[in-house]
């Protein structure tokens, strides 16, 4: 089983939908939280961090349930510019330093006008 | 303030040969983590380094990999005896690390190709 798992893609939606993306997570010890998008294989740039409270930023939502293992991101009102590779990523520190992160495979979002 | 930066962009390289792959962290940044995207597979863990020291290296094939950051200039990834299965792209992230926080911000990448 994959550490980190997420729904298979791609999504193709028309401009303007709501999209969510799910993702489960194996290791109860995962601490931190995140998305990232990768455009066309270019760097993986940050979306947002997850909190356990739930968290919005604009259009994109994300939200978190420690119990399940389970995250999530949610897109409102989506734009062409979405249209990329979403990532979802848990990390865990070592010995309170940083730690690697572990990425699912991606699920890919191709918004349409 | 200069992102992560990393040299070469791209690589070619002949079976046999060997590859390095220099990365600047981002200033103020002393922990650097290497992360590799195989052709249509997710990115993998690799190897995280602090100055001087290997921190976690569970990612890194027993051999022909290995990886430092020495106390002055970029970390070096460097593959010895390259095959076709080392290309991929090869990323290269930083982070300040704070506990409790693990934000990574990654460079271009350098994306390697094996002839």
């Known amino acids: 089983r994959k550490e980190v798992e997420q729904d298979p893609g791609p999504f193709n939606v028309p401009e303007g939908a709501t999209v969510a993306f799910n993702c489960t997570y194996s290791n109860s010890a995962s601490q931190s939280f995140f998305w990232y998008r990768q455009d066309c294989r270019k760097e993986p740039k940050l979306l947002m961090s997850?909190?356990?409270s739930g968290n919005e930023d604009g259009r994109f939502t994300a939200q978190l349930n420690r119990a399940s293992q389970y995250i999530s991101l949610l897109i409102r009102d989506s734009k062409l510019s979405d249209s990329a590779t979403y990532l979802c990523?848990?990390?865990?520190?070592?010995?309170?330093?940083?730690?690697?992160?572990?990425f699912g495979q991606g699920t890919e979002l191709s918004v349409k006008p | 303030n200069a992102g992560v930066m990393q040299n070469p962009r791209h690589l070619v390289r002949r079976r046999g040969q060997e590859a390095r792959l220099r990365c600047s962290p981002m200033?103020?940044?002393?922990?650097v983590y290497w992360y590799r995207q195989l052709p249509e597979e997710g990115l993998k863990f690799m190897v995280y380094l602090q100055k001087e020291n290997i921190i976690d290296e569970s990612g890194m094939p027993k051999e022909r990999f290995s990886a430092e950051f020495p106390k002055e200039g970029p970390s070096i990834l460097r593959i010895q005896q390259v095959v076709r299965g080392d290309s991929a792209a090869y990323f290269c992230a930083s982070s300040p690390v704070l506990a409790g926080d693990n934000e990574q911000f990654f460079g271009p990448g350098t994306r390697l190709t094996v002839l």
């Open positions: 990523v848990v990390s865990y520190s070592i010995y309170n330093q940083g730690g690697k992160l572990i």
């Open positions: 997850v909190y356990s």
């Open positions: 200033k103020g940044h002393s922990h």
